[in-house]
């Protein structure tokens, strides 16, 4: 029996988040005592829209300046952000995420704007829709 084509619109995706605990922990390395920051780690999951190849390339060429080694930084700032805007607004379309209470965070346009503002959580995002998006092995 054949296997089925499934055209996949979206996924829900496993990402790490590594947060810094505001902790240090003192650690010997190479014979002196030196202080190092104490990072958790909090898992998520995020759903994404999953794109062609096609609208995949149609992506990259929108924000192609942030590869380009001859851009200036702020060029390559600006074809950053406008990045993170399409995901966040366009290709962000849900969440497993709690708040500090433990209770389901909804997702809403509030709520995405303050957890993308997050740095951490930011960069972890932004990384995990490109891992997805290549078929990046899936991490649980």
Do not use: C
Request: net charge negative; glycine share 4%.
């Amino acid at each position: 029996m054949a296997g089925k084509f499934r055209k996949i619109q979206s996924l829900l995706w496993p990402v790490k988040v590594v947060l810094p605990t505001g902790r240090t922990e003192s650690k010997k390395v190479k014979g002196r005592l030196i202080e190092q920051e104490v990072y958790d780690e909090e898992l998520i999951q995020i759903k994404f829209k999953r794109l062609d190849k096609d609208q995949a390339a149609d992506f990259s060429a929108r924000h192609s300046v942030a590869d380009d080694r001859e851009a200036s930084t702020p060029d390559r700032l600006d074809a950053h952000e406008s990045m993170v805007a399409e995901i966040q607004s366009e290709l962000l379309l849900g969440w497993n995420i709690d708040d500090e209470n433990g209770d389901p965070l909804e997702f809403n346009d509030e709520n995405v704007a303050m957890v993308m503002a997050h740095p951490d959580y930011n960069k972890a995002i932004i990384n995990a829709f490109f891992q997805m998006q290549s078929g990046g092995a899936r991490k649980n």
